[in-house]
């Protein structure tokens, strides 16, 4: 079945940086479209950073464009995303997601906090 796992995610000031890990199995990793999603405390989820399949073409939120960067190892089936000038509304659980045969995944999701 497919599973996303998540880790990375911490405490850090902010100006910090973290990078986000997800690890993926069950499904055609290099062939799909992969997302970063958070969703901070009172707010809906957001996509945060996409990855066309084969990681042909990459898309950001323009809260983050700059200062994230999603990329991927097709034959780790590994999902990862750098975030660099961390800001406090950066604040959130992030979680991965891919879509298979029209149905979301979503991984457990990995809080991040940025504080000082």
């Known amino acids: 079945q497919v599973q ?3 880790s990375g995610g ?18 055609s990793f290099s062939t799909s ?11 809906e989820r957001e996509l945060v950073a996409s990855s066309s399949h ?3 073409v ?18 780790k089936n590994t999902l990862w995303l750098q975030m660099n000038s961390l800001k406090p ?8 997601s891919v879509r298979v045969l029209s149905i979301d995944y979503w991984g457990q999701g990995t809080q991040v906090t940025v504080s000082s």
């Open 33 to 43: 479209t992969l997302r970063w999603y958070r969703q901070a405390p009172g707010k």
């Open 54 to 56: 084969f990681g042909a």
């Open 10 to 27: 911490g405490l850090v000031q902010p100006g910090g940086s973290l990078r986000l890990s997800c690890a993926a199995s069950g499904f």
């Open 4 to 6: 996303l796992v998540e």
């Open 58 to 75: 990459t898309n950001y939120a323009d809260s983050v464009k700059g200062r994230f960067t999603i990329s991927r190892d097709n034959a």
């Open 89 to 96: 509304e950066d604040t959130a659980v992030y979680y991965c």
